[in-house]
């Protein structure tokens, strides 16, 4: 994997893999292969059906052993023949949401996003026609609790922009919504990375320059021109932000210094600043603690004075 300048994304090399079946390890996966391709091109190709990835582990779910086990023969597949998911017709559930001021089409359904949260569902990838876009820009929110925090105090109404929560790492198809909300309504994305460390780190990065193990499909996922609002190291002082009491040790540190090597981050200055101050600090910061102002801080004051200032990287 390498990480492209011109594209902003890290993409997979071309590097090919002879595998030997002379095992029986090697033997089981050959049958997993096969029985993937056997069931996609069935429900897929001659059934002109949609297939979800549980379908596709719950075919013989103790042979795959795990659901992991039937998505990674999947992936395999789709390096195998250099394509992706969607291009195969396998879609995974996804319980990520949007609200905002919008609506949008798919599957010849109007979704109104302004009255409440809407689920981000597998079909998202033919998402298209947005209407009434009275957004100013999106904001991707890392945690399910302080988006649901942010939708209760009708942040979304007052800052007058478009949430959306990938509950973590976030779904494909949650990556593919944003990608196409910013590619479409043509406006500025800031991220809420709530816990301020390397997992934290990890997830925004996955959003901004491609998934580290779906490196082959990062086109279609990576959104480069996302940026950090906080909570941020440097935010410790300027917000009176009270790191947690949980040390940040062993492959915390490691992880985080390795994060100094990538590439992404030693082109820019601010990136390496932040990340170095995250070591000095030592401890966790979570976006969660702002809550000990006062149950509407994170809404009322350290969001809009963050945006006021622009005070994002």
């Known amino acids: 994997m390498v990480f492209n300048d011109e594209l902003?994304?890290?993409?997979?090399?071309?590097?090919?893999?002879?595998?030997?079946?002379?095992?029986?390890?090697?033997?089981?996966?050959?049958?997993?292969?096969?029985?993937?391709?056997?069931?996609?091109?069935?429900r897929c190709f001659?059934?002109?059906?949609?297939?979800?990835?549980?379908?596709?582990?719950?075919?013989?779910?103790?042979?795959?052993?795990t659901e992991s086990g039937s998505d990674s023969v999947i992936?395999?597949?789709?390096?195998?023949?250099?394509?992706?998911?969607?291009?195969?017709?396998?879609?995974a559930n996804s319980h990520d949401e949007v609200i905002g001021l919008f609506s949008f089409r798919c599957d010849n359904s109007l979704f109104d996003c302004s009255l409440f949260a809407l689920r981000i569902t597998f079909c998202d990838h033919i998402?298209?026609?947005?209407?009434?876009?009275?957004?100013?820009?999106?904001?991707?929110?890392?945690?399910?609790?302080?988006?649901?925090?942010?939708?209760?105090?009708?942040?979304?109404?007052?800052?007058?922009?478009?949430?959306?929560?990938?509950?973590?790492?976030?779904?494909r198809a949650t990556k593919l919504f944003l990608k196409k909300l910013y590619y479409d309504l043509k406006l500025p994305v800031l991220t809420i990375v709530v816990d301020c460390n390397p997992s934290g780190l990890h997830i925004f990065f996955d959003y901004k320059y491609g998934w580290v193990r779906k490196s082959f499909d990062s086109r279609d996922l990576a959104t480069p021109n996302i940026k950090w609002l906080g909570v941020r190291p440097s935010d410790i002082e300027k917000y009176e932000v009270h790191p947690r009491d949980i040390p940040?040790?062993?492959?915390?540190?490691?992880?985080?210094?390795?994060?100094?090597?990538?590439?992404?981050?030693?082109?820019?200055?601010?990136?390496?600043?932040?990340?170095?101050?995250?070591?000095?600090?030592?401890?966790m910061i979570n976006i969660e603690n702002l809550s000990l102002k006062s149950s509407q801080y994170l809404s009322r004051e350290f969001l809009p004075k963050k945006l006021e200032a622009n005070d994002w990287i």
């Not at 915390?252 to 070591?279: G, H, P, R, Y």
Request: charged share 25%.
């Open 8 to 42: 902003c994304h890290r993409l997979l090399t071309r590097h090919e893999i002879t595998r030997s079946y002379s095992n029986m390890k090697s033997q089981r996966l050959c049958i997993r292969t096969f029985l993937v391709l056997l069931i996609i091109h069935e």
């Open 46 to 65: 001659i059934n002109k059906q949609c297939l979800k990835k549980r379908e596709v582990f719950y075919v013989d779910s103790k042979l795959f052993g």
């Open 75 to 91: 992936d395999d597949i789709c390096c195998m023949i250099g394509c992706t998911r969607p291009n195969l017709k396998v879609f």
């Open 127 to 171: 998402v298209d026609n947005f209407k009434n876009h009275r957004a100013l820009f999106i904001l991707l929110v890392e945690k399910n609790t302080v988006f649901t925090h942010l939708v209760k105090d009708n942040f979304h109404k007052e800052a007058r922009c478009i949430m959306v929560t990938g509950k973590g790492f976030g779904h």
């Open 248 to 283: 940040l040790e062993g492959t915390s540190v490691s992880a985080t210094n390795t994060f100094l090597k990538q590439q992404f981050v030693t082109s820019d200055k601010n990136w390496v600043s932040e990340i170095e101050k995250m070591l000095e600090i030592g401890k």
